[in-house]
């Protein structure tokens, strides 16, 4: 069984969150939102309620089953906000501020043997 959450037009850069990102991937649901806890980034509260709204979509609303595994997460850019900062002698400059888009699948560990099974061809 698989669930899928995302989180659409999140204010950090993607670059940021992707390193959140593989620090949970192919971890258990509980583990991941563990790790989570002790990571200083100011996104880890965004990647957790994304894991943790993907666990309650996979029937789980506690999040708190160790058969759950985050099989795939990624990020994606979102629009870019151009603002303007001011600089000396009356100019100033453009700087980009980045969104992003979060996916976090969650998979039962049975259902992946029975897929890696008939990919073999076995029962």
């Known amino acids: 069984m698989h669930a899928l959450a995302k989180e659409k037009f999140?204010?950090?850069a993607p670059r940021k969150v992707?390193?959140?990102l593989s620090l949970v991937r192919k971890k258990?649901?509980?583990?991941a939102l563990n790790m989570l806890r002790f990571v200083q980034k100011s996104?880890?509260?965004m990647v957790g309620k994304t894991i943790k709204s993907a666990a309650a979509n996979a029937g789980?609303?506690?999040a708190q089953n160790?058969?759950?595994?985050?099989s795939e997460a990624?990020?994606?850019n979102g629009p870019v906000m151009k603002r303007m900062r001011a600089h000396a002698m009356g100019r100033g400059s453009q700087y980009k501020r980045k969104t992003c888009h979060l996916t976090?699948?969650?998979?039962?560990?049975?259902?992946?043997?029975?897929v890696r099974r008939a990919a073999d061809g076995r029962k």
């Open 10 to 12: 999140v204010r950090f």
């Open 18 to 20: 992707n390193q959140v």
């Open 28 to 31: 258990p649901v509980p583990e």
């Open 43 to 45: 996104c880890t509260t």
């Open 60 to 62: 789980d609303p506690t």
């Open 66 to 70: 160790p058969k759950l595994i985050i």
């Open 74 to 76: 990624w990020v994606g």
């Open 104 to 114: 976090v699948v969650v998979s039962d560990v049975a259902s992946k043997a029975t």
